[in-house]
């Protein structure tokens, strides 16, 4: 545990000369210059407040020709330059990060568009996963905006509006209420409903703006130009190619679409009600016949944004500058007209038109459930194929195990977090539902209430919990088992016999749960697949009886009749509570920079991707570092001629091989990359098999100069890359490196030393060796040793 291995990497031109670099890239949560290069005096040498590169001070004029023409080995002082990127305001920026806790469920949404299993590129299986994810947002939008529309429209303007008990109790809406307005220019039913839209409007909106804000800052950042240089050997990952880093041309697509979706979404809901107050017999046959052309047009409307959801609309072998202006500006611009003129004519007077009842909620709740579902089971099959057509899709001779056997969930990933995208999507459309419902109807009685199926999917979050805790005690009792098991393999590691029980315990403990990652698809399977079977049997109860589950269940047997009275209440207080605690949650994250940082570690995992399925998930910070990365690399061995190593911690070791990928193979050939607490494989490369599996890290190892990596087995987060030594070179993991560096009080450690965990590599030999050693094979002086 934590030798010394004397494995050395290969290169064939590992003693070019030049001056040598070392850029440290740090990971969750963020690192100051100052700690990261061990020193309190440092400067900016390139960037700005959000993403920057930093040298100690001394280090300033390094690279200058006054510093070149003094240091005859192109090195500071004799020793290499070490430069830290920081990059944390990148996620954990200013008070507004905090609101982008409501784009949760696009963010998830996007995930799963990357999570495809490791197929040949450009088949149409992987082409229609990719669309099917697209459409998959594409619904989430509109639930989105659909929510908005029953809390303003339904609940808000036309039951509470116009029941006279509930604008009695709400003032505010006197001049809404036929009774209390005495029959005021508002009262009509139509007027009220075009007045409470500027609520959704101005939601999408405002998602408008966020992703446009976004974009200018994220996907427009251009990366590195590299030239015509072919890709030696077998084919990359995709993230090698120049334009996958640069997706301002596909966000700008996407963003248009979902903004004419929401438009549309609430067009269609004040619209059908009028049109549908038009369409009774008698009914005035130019509105009747207005109604029936608006009909028309939102389901033109809708097909063009089908249709611009199915184009993909980017290339990644190349940098699209296109911009589709003419699609851009003209779609979002003809939906607010629609809606414009929707309005207006909802607005007409009907002076015999009164207020009842709900709006169409069920129906088009139930159908956008079907719809998500339908998705769902539809992905899972193309995942399954692609899956099935990319086993045994490995390299041979790297040494490394099949995508297969890694890949999360035999391939379906993606299936199962869009299914949690859309549970997120409709927890939080029921959350805000039920408690605005139950805030303005505060007896109970006065109001139907939001749709039957928002009732009958929190009628069975209960049973979802029951399913999710008792899952939780298993993996609780599979985690005490290997605590046991690992309390011996600690007593023989550390020859602590007898030892101290507490300090063996407390190793053990913190080895066995961090093995608990590993259960993570076990977990994500389990209640993706609840979801699924509890969603279509709400569906089902909610269209079959047209009721809430306690009506539905009046004539049963008192136990059928308890069991479904327990299941509506609870589930709509859970509900409610878990709306309250996001709202909290994020209203904390606006004020505390401590709590905004947590949401940052949650995004630094979430929002590596770029935005290829959701253009109003939070932004793709990726796109700035890695170009940031890039662009810094490639600058500084084509300014001097030199080689670097790339040192980067948990997700700055992701961010570390992306840039490097990036690079023209001529520059690869010069980097070296130490990764330490990294989850390149771990996570990446178990739910992003087609981008992270053990093909495209061999290929890697292959480009670059050598790659080593530091693990612990109390880290829950970083592991192995377990990559071994055959025509991809030697192994890159190092032996597991020992946790805590002593057991008991020893003449290095006369203190007790901690178990670090996830944190503080450096503080490790094994990390000074690594790193000496890399930083070795830089030297002009020392010629590089062959394996």
Known sequence: MGEVRTVECSSTGSSTGGAALELLVHGVGGATPEKMLNDPRTVRITGDDTAAVYRRAEDADADSPAADANTPSGEHDGRPVREAYVWSNLTSGNGTRALWLLLLPFMV???AHWMRPAAREGTRGVRLYGLLVRLAGLSLTVLLVAAACEVALDLTAWQCAGTRACAARHSWLGFLSPSGSHGGWWSLPGRRLALAALVPTALTGLLWYLSHRTWRAYESQEPLDRGPEPEPGPAHTALSRPGFWYGRRLVARLRAAHTAAGLFTVAAAVGTAAAREDHRPGGPAVLDALGRLLEMSLAVGAFAVVWVVCRRGRSENRLDRTLDAHLVHRLPLT???LLALTLVYAGWSRPHWHSSGRLAGDTAFGTLALAQGALVLALTAVAHVLHRAAKGGADKGTGAVTPQERSALRGLGGPAVVMLACALGGVMSGGVSQRVSDWLDGTGTSLDGPPVLLTWQASVIPVLLVVLLVLCALLGRRTWLLT???RAAVVREYRADPGD?????RIARTRSTATLTDRAPLLVAVTAASTLLLGAGALVGAFASGRTPVRATAAAGPFVQGAAQAGQALGSWLIGLGFILFVTWGRRAYKDASARRTIGIL??????WPRAAHPFAPPCYAERAVPDLTWRMTGWTRATGG????????????LAAAAAWQLKPSDRR?????????PIERLYGRWFPAHFGPAALAALHRDIDCWRNLYRLTDPIGGPVRLTGDDCGPEVDRAPLADPLAYGRTAEHPLPAPVLGHSDYQADPAFAEERARLLARLSPELPGQRA
């Open 643 to 654: 080689r670097l190593v790339i040192s980067g911690h948990s997700q700055g070791s992701v």
């Open 670 to 678: 010069r980097v070296a990359l130490l990764t330490y607490g990294s």
């Open 335 to 337: 939906a607010l007209a």
């Open 484 to 486: 046991r098991a690992e």
């Open 109 to 111: 949404v996007n995930l």
């Open 501 to 505: 029980p507490a300090r063996t315990g």
């Open 603 to 608: 995004w630094d995992v979430g929002t590596f």
